[in-house]
């Protein structure tokens, strides 16, 4: 058996891959794009085969030799960067999301593989009508990113009632290690200048995240128990509110930033404004939901997958800022 890693050169695929060597799961083939393995070089070892491709092209995965024992983790998904593209952007997420997962459908099938763990994502959810958010929440996603991806998992879910693929389907909420920017690169540099952090409304809700390490253990935990037909939230325990998170994180760090809490309606009513000219510093998926109530029920990751999160908000967090810093030569915080 071995493993095949769809966007596997990524943040969240380097992190798998290190685990299932770790743990001799048996050989991995990582499949990503040219840019990803220049960025990243990969590591010479035998067990580990490299593929630079599209996923949404034709053919590329026929490159691979899946046999009928082997275990796809479709890890591949584009990033959700303001303003990139500023026009059609429901065509620009769904190649890799929709077209690319057809292609790893088309790829098992003729291979006589059944064994996936889709990557999907909690912001299939859109606003919380129940809190924390179960699987069985309505998905009624804000943006491009998260429609699709609900495309996405609705081409899965007439093959796994079908009984045709086994496919475990994972919702993280925000994945979050050393060497993980994003939009965090923003509240790093304010941190850095010792400038106000300004919140989108007054803190009071809470916004979780989930480390790349536990992430990764949740895809090998499905893959070692066949990759069990079921969709399953991942995200921290007891994540305090945004305000007590930036205040403990902004003191960890020694800067003399300060959280300012604002009117959360008003802000995001002016980002919204500037988001019709393409020049809004955050993506209309990721200021919609910073005042709103975001966590995620994970209870039946902890109950059906055995899998319990290691990782604390501040200390995720804190452990990104840290590499920031030593990435740019600083002192960490």
């Known amino acids: ?40 070089p990969p590591k010479d070892d035998p067990r580990v085969t490299n593929i630079a491709g599209d996923v949404s092209v034709p053919g590329i995965l026929d490159q691979v030799g899946l046999e009928p024992g082997d275990v796809v983790h479709h890890l591949a998904s584009k990033l959700i960067i303001p303003n990139e593209p500023r026009t059609g952007r429901d065509a620009y997420f769904r190649i890799c999301a929709v077209d690319g997962t057809r292609e790893v459908l088309r790829a098992m099938k003729s291979a006589g593989c059944r064994k996936l763990v889709f990557w999907s994502t909690d912001m299939v959810y859109g ?15 804000f943006g491009p990113y ?38 965090l690169e923003k509240l790093f540099k304010l941190i850095d200048k010792g400038l106000p952090v300004p919140l989108i409304g007054d803190g009071s809700t809470r916004f979780q995240f989930v480390s790349v390490a536990d992430c990764a253990r949740a895809s090998v935990l499905a893959a070692d128990q066949g990759c069990p037909s079921k969709v399953f939230n991942l995200g921290s325990a007891n994540s305090p509110t945004v305000y007590e998170l930036m205040t403990e994180f902004i003191a960890r760090t020694g800067s003399k930033s300060r959280v300012i809490r604002t009117p959360g309606g008003l802000v995001k009513t002016v980002l919204r404004g500037l ?15 910073a005042d709103l109530e975001v966590t995620l029920d994970i209870t039946a990751a902890e109950r059906d997958l055995g899998w319990v999160p290691t990782e604390n908000d501040t200390d995720m967090l804190t452990a990104a800022y840290d590499s920031y810093r030593a990435a740019r030569g600083g002192l960490a915080g």
Request: glycine share 12%.
């Open 1 to 40: 058996m071995k493993h095949l890693l769809i966007g596997g050169n990524g943040f969240l695929g380097r992190e798998l891959l290190r685990q299932l060597l770790a743990g001799d799961k048996g050989d991995v083939v990582v499949v990503d794009l040219p840019d990803s393995f220049q960025a990243h």
């Open 127 to 141: 606003p919380a009508l129940i809190v924390p958010r179960p699987e069985h929440h309505p998905r009624h996603p």
């Open 146 to 183: 998260g429609r699709s991806k609900v495309a996405a998992e609705d081409m899965l879910t007439p093959l796994i009632k079908a009984g045709a693929i086994d496919c475990t389907i994972l919702r993280p909420r925000l994945i979050l290690g050393p060497g993980r920017l994003g939009i």
């Open 275 to 289: 988001n019709r000219f393409g020049v809004a510093p955050m993506d209309p998926e990721q200021f919609e939901i």
